[in-house]
């Protein structure tokens, strides 16, 4: 039963990450605290440029910051790095990394108790301990994300890790769960329905990566911004709806919308059915599809931009429990 509670703990408290990972990204905190482990040089962030001893700092690593942006690294000073300190990026990159704590800690209790499972042992003590190994790597991942000066490509693994770890947390929690009664909990026997959610869960984690694909490049609109030949925020959808990554990102989400719904349709013509999950994965879809409008014509809001990455990662543990449901619960007929 720990188990099964400690997973529960991991799986918000991840989710909860996520979205304050994608909170850090759309306020352009990611670089808040230029150095890691410590934040500007100390254990708890400064909240004035009076507090920060610039010897502490590694000069070079803003240099190498400023090239990236198309600034002339002989330009960066000691001076110029103070200058760049904002109390409110490093405070909410602070706040990203203190997210993880809990999440550490979770996994850490999950993989010990884990051994004591009385059912399933095998399969959670080996889930759990990937789970441990997942969040150390994207712990190292973070530093990297942040020593790299927020590098295309490292940022999507990173996501990517975490998706990841979303998808085992629930197979956990799954496994883990008290003995239930199977009495209203019979599903429709169609391997086509296995094979349908199994679709739209690969295209929905698909999704999730090109959508980091994109807020890579909303990162580098937001750093060129900085600089005269910059795009203004307004113009950011403009940008971004001529790129390859977006068509596809735009392409796949119909493909989204149209698996949901024949999940919905379909479960919604059996009347003994008790699993809510396809109403509420084609409800999330069709939110979904509603913010990218609002994105992709109407303006990039930051807002927007946290709560489609939140809802993507909802949508992901919701759609691999009801995965886990189907293949692991008692079948009947299915109409039609």
Sequence with gaps: MIVHRLAWVALVALII???AGATVRVTGSGLGCPDWPTCWGCLI??????QIDVDKLDLNKFKKHAARKGIDPDTITQETVLESFDPVHTWIEFTNRLASL?????TLLLALFSFGAKQNKLWIVGLALFCLLDVVVNAIMGAIVVRSGLQPGIITLHMALAFLLIVVLVTI???????????????PARNKLKIVSLVFFACLFGEGLLGSQLREQTDELAMSAETEQ?????KWGEELGATIIYKTHRSFSWSLLLTSGVLFFWMTREKHWKAKEPKLIFAMVVAMMLMGVVL?????????????VGMTSVLLAVTWHWIMRLWSTKSVAMKG
Excluded: C, D, N
């Excluded at 910059?230 to 307004?234: F, K, V, Y």
């Design 45 to 50: 962030p400064p909240t004035s440029v009076e």
């Design 230 to 234: 910059g795009i203004a925020r307004e």
């Design 173 to 187: 929690i799954w496994l883990s769960r008290p003995e239930v009664s199977h009495k209203g909990m019979l599903l």
């Design 102 to 106: 809990p999440l550490g800690l979770a």
């Design 296 to 308: 992709g014509h109407i303006a990039i809001y930051p807002v927007v931009q946290v709560s489609h």
């Design 17 to 19: 990450l996520v979205i």
